[in-house]
């Protein structure tokens, strides 16, 4: 089946423009998480949805990163007036029903390099 | 506050060569342990998880990794290492979210 997908792949701008990134989960899991992945690092986490409920944003790193997901799957990652430490890989991941600590299932992340 | 140290940033080996990747936590009560390994333009892929029960956990693609409370350990292995397994391999704990240590470059060597 369908894993899990992110769009683009690639985003550039340049500082000051708004960015929105898309992650469809896979169909089905109800948790999804966002991580940001520096360059030379390990993902870092950003905030975590079950169903459309946003339960945890404890890692937006400033009130420019705003995430959503409305209807409980697609999940959209906004950031507002880009800055050149926001470049990074930005990865999506989900996970089905069952305890916290099962497998979440990443997506192949999006490149955004802020100029 | 919880932590996962990768220390070894970049390691090469000769394909066919043994492979023990070092991971230390940071967390004070039963962690659940994860192995994760990223191709370069791929997602991350689970390798392997330790929650419970045997300390040494099978894992995909030939891999095995041996929990050690008291080392707060969780490294990886594999007895022989091919081509295909240049990428980076990261550790990570779970806590109330996953953290992840910095990673372990790999490289391989014909």
């Known amino acids: 089946g369908a894993g899990v997908s992110q769009s683009p792949r690639y985003k550039v701008a340049k500082r000051g423009q708004d960015v929105a990134l898309r992650c469809d989960p896979i169909s089905g899991h109800v948790s999804l998480f966002w991580y940001q992945q520096a360059l030379g690092q390990g993902p870092e986490f950003l905030t975590y949805f079950q169903n459309e409920a946003q339960l945890d944003k404890s890692g937006l790193p400033s009130d420019r990163f705003f995430a959503e997901r409305p209807e409980g799957s697609v999940s959209t990652l906004k950031i507002q007036r880009t800055q050149q430490e926001d470049s990074a890989v930005y990865l999506c991941?989900?996970?089905?029903?069952?305890?916290?600590?099962?497998?979440?299932?990443f997506g192949p992340g999006t490149r955004l390099t802020v100029l | 506050a919880q932590s996962v140290t990768q220390p070894d940033i970049h390691i090469t080996v000769s394909e066919g060569a043994s492979l023990e990747l070092r991971c230390n936590y940071s967390?004070?009560?039963?962690?659940?342990l994860f192995w994760y390994v990223q191709s370069p333009g791929q997602g991350l892929q689970l390798l392997l998880k330790?929650?419970?029960?045997?300390?040494l956990v099978q894992g995909i693609k030939g891999f095995e990794a041996e929990f050690k409370r008291s080392q707060s350990s969780f490294n990886l292995r594999k007895p022989s290492v091919h081509w295909s397994d240049a990428a980076e391999y990261f550790c990570a704990v779970y806590t109330d979210k996953l953290i992840f240590g910095t990673g372990t470059r790999l490289q391989v060597f014909p």
């Open positions: 967390y004070g009560a039963t962690p659940y």
């Open positions: 991941a989900s996970k089905k029903r069952g305890p916290s600590y099962n497998e979440q299932f």
């Open positions: 330790y929650f419970s029960g045997d300390t």
